[in-house]
């Protein structure tokens, strides 16, 4: 009897061997296809649609029935982690269910700063030895780094030395010049760059190579990666790419649960990450025209969930309440204990973390933004599945956070047609009397709906009252109309649309953005009445992160998604926490800073917060005096 099948996943063209009666979430992750899964393959969300064209697989369960119609069922729709095989099976992947594509931030509003790095780079010339001279090969370099440097304490691990005896060697010649303190008049000497990161020598290269850093911004979604000079500050090579995790769940609560299950699910997320880091840094070398090995210090924010899973720490009390982390300091860890190619004794700088769910991300925003310097009163805000922000008050020396779960809506999840923001969603709306326009990413046709066009298009029916203040769509509206699962408004029609059918706005998606923008301004107003703050003391908020650099700023503060505050200028920022991981990269001083806004910084849990249940349910409404 057979006991593997062979899952052929077409239009991709990956054929994969699986054990019999294995599902095909799991099918399509061996073969490395990033099926859409926000709930981690628990069946809840819907997202992981694929249509059977043959074999025989499992009949299909609830969850089935839930996401798809009994048309969709018929013409072989599934959801491929409710579906085990039973046969060889060819499976046709829907593009709206792939998770690869995305417009991914990476560039923040560029600093000033003075650079101050953690690792140095000593040209050096050693004098060959003879049989005069029989030091060791790495006496003879401390030796002249004492000679040319003053008197330190030295020292290199094993793993270092390793790489010195032959790459010496391989730079030996007569010195051109006068003699140095270090070698006399016609004496053969070797030639190179040593890394110092305080006295622990951490690399050799060849002379004349410049010390590299790698900073990261470790999204739940996304990761934006930079190549740094660490004498100049210039960034020399960014790029962002999906993180890999994604296959196990797209928010942080699905992927902790999947690595509390066995330790293997959770080397197994830490794999894939690291892996995904080395493929980053080696594209962004070769982009850069440098040496893996000149990559000798890293510096990596992330929320507290990732960063956790990077290291391999345990996450199950991370994942209940109270949602305490294994550890919040600043850490430093070997690149090569976390199996990340750089410089063979590189470390990796983790920023410190405030709690469970203010994680490095939102220390290095507060960083990247300089929101803890500010003169006046001021909010920092990043929105994504879980929105943190951070409220300062310079005459208090207070710097106050909170975080509230915002839910996945912005990133397209659990809307009808909502997507990611990749090619063909629709990121912006408008409604006229000539009827609704929209403008798609790489004016594609469209395929869903992103974000930001979500938040456009419910201010604008929310303005040419499409939907009422509570959110309830106007029947009489035109294209306004019922179908079999309720009422929905009609975006796009099939005639123009990438997928063949009408791309729509339901009433649940609307109920969907009231609770996540009444979840984020709730918590706004929640953090300024803790803080005793009058909506009329705040001067500036500041927007970062990724969505927040896509929103429409009329359109959020329309709906509400963020309140109107009298005297504040709203500022985009960008990746401010991606700009804050290069300045600790950077600078042993912004790590100190870092470290003082973790120690300064409170925390309130918003929901033991008097009031804030009221506040929540009055900021599901739409504002009712909207000047737009
Ligand atoms: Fe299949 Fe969520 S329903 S991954």
């Known amino acids: 009897m057979t006991s593997t099948f062979e899952i052929d996943f077409e239009p991709i063209g990956k054929r994969v061997d699986v054990a019999a009666d294995s599902n095909l979430l799991d099918a399509a992750r061996q073969a490395g296809i990033g099926l859409a899964s926000v709930c981690g393959g628990e069946g809840t969300c819907g997202r992981c649609r694929v249509v059977i064209m043959s074999g025989k697989v499992s009949a299909p369960v609830d969850a089935d029935r839930r996401f798809l119609s009994q048309l969709e069922l018929s013409s072989g729709q599934r959801l491929a982690c409710r579906c085990h095989v039973h046969s060889d099976v060819k499976v046709h992947v829907p593009k709206a269910s792939l998770v690869t594509d995305q417009r991914l931030q990476v560039n923040g509003v560029a600093r000033q700063m003075q650079i101050e790095a953690a690792v140095h780079a000593y040209e050096i010339e050693v004098p060959e030895p003879t049989l005069y001279d029989l030091r060791s090969d790495l006496d003879r370099v401390i030796d002249a780094l004492e000679t040319m ?10 793993a270092v030395v390793r790489t010195l005896s032959a790459l010496a060697r391989r730079t030996a010649r007569a010195p051109s010049g006068p003699p140095t303190q270090s070698v006399g008049y016609g004496q053969a000497a070797w030639h190179l760059t040593v890394y110092a990161r305080g006295h622990e020598l951490v690399g050799f290269e060849a002379p004349g190579r410049k010390p590299i850093g790698f900073a990261a911004d470790l999204g739940t979604t ?5 190549l740094v000079d660490l004498e100049t500050g210039e960034e020399l090579a960014s790029t962002g790419v999906m993180n890999p995790q994604i296959g196990y769940g797209e928010d942080v609560i699905s992927r902790m649960v999947h690595a509390t299950r066995n330790d293997d699910n959770s080397s197994e997320l830490a794999r894939v990450i690291r892996e995904a880091f080395n493929v980053m840094i080696g594209s962004l070398a070769e982009e850069a025209g440098v040496s893996r090995d000149q990559v000798v210090e890293a510096c990596i924010v992330g929320n507290t969930a990732m960063t956790h899973l990077l290291l391999d720490l345990p996450v199950h009390q991370l994942s209940v309440s109270p949602f305490v982390a294994a550890t919040s300091t600043a850490l430093d860890v070997k690149a090569r204990d976390l199996q990340i190619e750089l410089a063979v004794g590189a470390y990796v700088h983790v920023l410190p973390c405030i709690g469970g769910f203010v994680g490095a991300d939102h220390v290095a925003m507060i960083l990247g933004s300089d929101l803890d310097r500010k003169p006046y009163v001021a909010i920092g805000v990043d929105i994504g599945t879980n929105t943190e922000s951070a409220l300062l008050k ?15 809506a912005f990133e397209g999840a659990h809307i009808r047609d909502g997507m990611r923001a990749s090619t063909g969603a629709i990121e912006a709306v408008k409604i006229t009397d000539a009827g609704v326009q929209i403008k798609t990413i790489g004016d594609a046709p469209p395929v869903g709906v992103c974000g930001s066009g979500i938040v456009d298009a419910i201010a604008e029916m929310y303005r040419s009252g499409v939907i009422n203040n509570r959110g309830r769509l106007n029947r009489e509206a035109a294209s306004v109309r019922k179908n079999e699962q309720g009422w929905e408004f009609v975006l796009a029609s099939a005639d ?16 969907e953005i009231q609770l996540a923008k009444g979840a984020i301004s709730s918590g706004l107003e929640t953090l300024m009445a803790a803080t005793n703050t009058a909506p009329e003391d705040v001067e500036e908020v500041i927007v970062a992160g990724a969505f927040g650099s896509y929103l429409d700023l009329d359109s959020a503060l329309a709906i509400g998604l963020l309140p109107r505050l009298p005297n504040a200028k709203y500022v985009q920022v960008g990746n401010a926490a991606g700009v804050g991981a290069k300045m600790a990269l950077l600078s042993l001083k912004e790590r100190q800073r870092a470290q003082q806004i973790m120690k300064r910084t409170g925390y309130i849990e918003l929901t033991t917060q008097a009031g804030f249940n009221s506040r ?3 900021s599901m409404l739409f504002p009712k005096n909207n000047p737009s």
């Open 149 to 158: 440097h003053g008197q330190r304490k030295w020292f290199a691990e094993p």
């Open 222 to 226: 996304k990761v934006a990666g930079y």
């Open 394 to 408: 310079p005459n208090e020396k207070t710097l106050t956070s909170a975080s509230c779960a915002s839910g996945p």
């Open 496 to 511: 123009i649309s990438g997928t063949e059918r009408d791309i729509v706005i339901t009433q649940s998606d609307v109920n």
């Open 616 to 618: 929540f349910a009055m």
